[in-house]
């Protein structure tokens, strides 16, 4: 079945659900495979199996670019529509422990999922979606996700049943690179791991600082002061 965008007018503008998936650890993961052929069947193997579960969820795929990638259902006005993107994160990752278990150096493989609701001028051809949102979002999923935990921004938090609401007792307002933030909400259910995050932001901070710091920075960023 096609993907309900397939017939909207070119321009037309609507809310929609938006959940982004992204596989960390998935280069190293894959230059320990045997083969590279290996790494390639496993790695469709993974795109396939999900995306049939998310479909069976009313998610259709915008796009997926090997690692990782966005799926999106229509929002109605039904709370229903956003508790969806709940149920996806569910089966996402129940799928994904199954997955990790299957495959040799599965161990090295987390999985990050987000999700929005934001307003998207659409077109039938997804790649030609425009919204200031939408950037943002897609731009700034690493600042927005975390190893296993999935984020939800306060644009979907508000849609969310009352009962949605309550797996998402803790937010974050997040400082992202455009100088504006963003409110997270975290799921009680697939948490963020606080010590792996902290680490995470640690080394993105002291990278884009390396300069303050010429005698040190070689071997913890892997650059040197004339490299950055």
């Known amino acids: 079945m096609d993907p309900w ?14 959940i982004q998936f992204d596989l960390k ?22 795109a396939m199996d999900l995306e049939t579960r998310l479909n069976y969820k009313c998610f259709h795929r915008v796009y ?22 709940v149920a996806a994160a569910d089966e996402a990752f129940k799928y994904f422990e199954q997955f990790r278990r299957s495959v040799p150096g599965g161990d090295q493989l987390s999985l990050r999922i987000t999700a929005t609701s934001i307003e998207v ?21 690493r600042e927005i996700g975390s190893p296993n935990a999935f984020i939800i921004t306060s644009q ?7 009962e949605a609401r309550k797996r998402f007792p803790k937010y974050d307002d997040i400082p992202l690179p455009n100088k504006e933030s963003a409110r997270l909400y975290e799921d009680n259910h697939h948490p963020r791991q606080r ?19 010429p005698s040190a920075t070689c071997s913890i960023t892997g650059k040197r002061d004339h490299d950055v």
């Open 25 to 46: 650890g998935h280069t190293a993961w894959a230059a320990s495979q045997p083969t590279e052929r290996d790494a390639g069947r496993y790695r469709t193997e993974f």
């Open 195 to 213: 010590q792996a995050e902290s680490d995470l932001r640690f080394m993105l901070w002291l990278q884009n600082h390396a300069r303050q710091f």
């Open 156 to 162: 979907l938090y508000g849609k969310l049943s009352h």
């Open 121 to 141: 001028v659409l077109h039938p051809d997804p790649g030609q979606w425009y919204g200031r949102g939408l950037n943002s979002f897609l731009k700034y999923e």
């Open 5 to 18: 965008w397939k017939s909207v007018n070119p321009g037309t503008e609507e809310r929609v659900v938006l």
């Open 64 to 85: 997926w670019l090997g690692d990782g990638g966005v799926y999106a259902i229509r929002y109605t006005g039904d709370e229903r529509d956003a508790d969806a993107a």
